[in-house]
């Protein structure tokens, strides 16, 4: 599955229990569209936050037990009821949704981890609630793969964020290494750019080896689904090294050759 910020979210997938795929569908739509309303179209920022406080008013009326009123939020109701699925995620993804309406730079690395800890963690932890596997070791070792995705997804897009005038690299982190937004802008990768982008790589290849664990501890289809997006990030950020961070000519991303390797090794319980 590969659709925008969420490509790591595994809609549709064959993989999942049936059982389970209304339920994962229902909390897509939610962060898809929640997600869209904070970054897509040309809204003003007030009617982008007024939206995004519908939907949390919605989670407050499902709650109490009363019913939502947008429609989207009726099948994401029926799942948290079905799977008595915790409501601080889906809270903490409209806060992230929140942030991404003002905020488009981040001074350090903490506090862009504290944004993917809203942005990207509440995914992994709703998906664990849906198979029972809430213990806090499974917790932390997901926490880490959501957020070394999120963070391969920032590097990864660079040239397309700053499009949208967002810069995801830690401004501490620019000016240590000598780089300019200018240099983004005019995408010059020289030997600045190349040192700023292959710690950051390691950065983020530390926390998804940390997490990596999980997708062998967790039984069948969860366990499998799991090593193939773990596989997916480390595959990206092989790529961005082998570039030496890059992303100006050509965003990294995986091909069938990619796919069929983790297929592979997934099987294998690599």
Known sequence: ?????????????????RKMRRAVHAIYHFARYADDVADEGDAVAAARLAELD????????????????????????????????????????LSAFRQD???????????????????????GRLLLALYGETDPRSLAQSDGICTALQLIN????????????????????????GVTE?????????????ALMLYQVERARKMLQAGAPL?????????????LIVMGGERILQKLHASEGDVFRQRPKLNSRDWAYMIWRACRGK
């Open 54 to 93: 519908r939907l949390e008013a919605d989670l407050d009326r499902i709650a109490v037990g009363e019913p939502p009123r947008i429609a989207l939020m009726a099948p994401l109701a029926v799942a948290i009821a079905e799977h008595a699925l915790p409501l601080q995620p889906f809270r903490d993804l």
């Open 154 to 177: 920032f590097w990864q897009d660079v040239a397309v964020d700053w499009q949208k005038n967002r810069v995801y690299l830690p401004q501490e982190d620019l000016s240590r290494f």
């Open 182 to 194: 200018a240099q983004i802008a005019e995408g010059l990768c020289d030997a600045k750019w190349r």
């Open 1 to 17: 599955m590969s659709v925008g910020h969420y490509e790591n979210f595994p809609v549709g997938s064959i993989l999942l229990p």
């Open 101 to 123: 309406v003002g905020k488009a730079r981040y001074q350090s690395f903490g506090e862009l981890v504290d944004y993917c800890r809203r942005s990207a963690n509440p995914v």
């Open 215 to 227: 997708g062998r501890t967790l039984r069948g289809r969860l366990g499998l689904e799991l090593r």
